[in-house]
């Protein structure tokens, strides 16, 4: 299998579509993300290949960019509608001080080799996604045992413009090899930004997005699986 | 004298945004929505002008910020124009530096972020008199109107506190910022761009003052002697459902 399966419902695509089209047109920047995920054998053979949208920003994701955008910051203590805070991954809500991302050379989506704390991570809850989700369900934690998976350390983040979409273009990508002695099921992927501030400590960690897969992905044993966001914003002409 | 705030907006353009927030709003997208008010009053209080428009020009700093936020990327260095992520301050300087990008720009004080303090007319709203077309790469208004008593100036008031609000049954949140400037000039002062400038928006340990919006306005607003002129923006975003 060498070729990657685009697996959009037409319908919501042609939404997306419209959505971006706008977006370039009235000058309003538009965030666009995919998701792809492979699965390679231990031949290196790809098993399993598919690209979709990512469609899962939650809460924390909304009233992070909200808070830079819309200059916000200490709005309520609770983490729901009518407030600006953010709860991290281990559910506490952080309401105090700014709210906001800092992004480092170490830190962002990056993470280093074991860590399943951040970055993009995998898990096998198949509950359904929801705006309030601050974790996954079940994460798949680092390690050669039962059921889980050695994590890779991030690739770095590669940039790209295209001149004639206009499109600005980063790609994050993580590797898990599976030393487990089994199969894993892999049903959720999450974005885990590293060092939002809140409460005015510099490194929390906050899950931004959450993606059930369509359908179970296994990666065999001795496998790799590929897990790659792509998040874009079109510039106006 | 006028009671009414005229909503200006070119209809067949308002279908277009409500759409495109609609859609934002379908499917889990935040998209931005940004309108701008202005109200002029004479001498004696009494409202001249007043009307409200959508803000149609978020330029390529603002772009390069929420991509450099949503994304997670540092700035890189190169000119500052396509397929480049760096930010041109007021000055003309392109920050290149290959450090951390760090934005601290929602602080609530009149110091940082787009609250401008009394007097400072190098961040916050500010306005001009030039009517040079707006373009995605301004970085600067054409020609700032100073702080000042002197012919052509006005006097810049510390910016209104951030007015919040949350709509719970359209999941919109609102923030509304609001400065006065008021003409003691001895003459009148025409008024024909407004502009939102951040401070604080750090690249390395630098604090600059980005321009992220240039508004050209339909027609000048002039503003007479002992005059008042009140600009609001108001940026939103819909939560989904």
Known sequence: MNKITYIEDPELEAKYKTMERLGSELGVPVPQTYLEVKVLDNQGRTIHAHRQRSHSWNRNAYNWFYSQFGQLQNVGSTFGPGAITIKDTGGSIRVANVCIFINTPWLGYKANAGQYDRGIIVGSGNEAEAFDCYSLQSVISHGTGAGQLDHAASDLPLRSWNDSSRIFSATLARFFNNNSGGDVDVNEVGLVAGAIRADSASDRCALVSRDVLASTVTVPDTGQLKVTYTIEIAYPE | ?241
């Open chain 2, 1 to 241: 004298m006028i009671t009414n705030i005229n909503y200006t907006e070119n209809k067949a353009i308002e279908a277009k945004y409500q759409q495109l927030e609609r859609l934002g709003a379908d499917l889990g997208v935040p998209v931005p929505r940004t309108l701008l008010q202005l109200e002029a009053f004479d001498g004696n209080g009494n409202l001249i002008h007043a009307h409200r428009q959508r803000s149609h020009s978020w330029n390529r700093n603002f772009y390069n910020w929420m991509m450099s936020q949503m994304a997670t990327l540092n700035l890189d260095s190169g000119t500052f124009g396509p397929s480049n992520l760096n930010l041109k301050d007021t000055a003309g300087t392109t920050q290149t530096t290959t450090m951390a990008f760090v934005i601290n720009c929602n602080v609530s004080d009149a110091t940082r972020g787009l609250r401008g303090e009394s007097g400072d007319d190098n961040h916050g709203i500010i306005v001009g008199s030039g009517t040079l077309a707006e373009n995605f790469e301004h970085y600067s208004l054409q020609s700032k109107i100073t702080n000042g008593t002197g012919p052509g100036q006005l006097s810049y008031i510390e910016q209104e506190p951030y007015a919040r609000s949350y709509d719970p049954v359209s999941k919109t949140y609102s923030s509304a910022m609001a400065r006065y400037f008021n003409n003691n000039s001895g003459a009148s002062v025409s008024i024909n761009e407004t502009g939102l400038v951040v401070r604080d928006i750090k690249v390395q340990t630098a604090s600059l003052r980005v321009m992220v919006c240039r508004d050209v306005l339909v027609s000048t607003i002039t503003l007479p002697d002992t005059g008042q002129l009140k600009v609001t923006y108001t940026i939103e975003l819909v939560y989904p459902d």
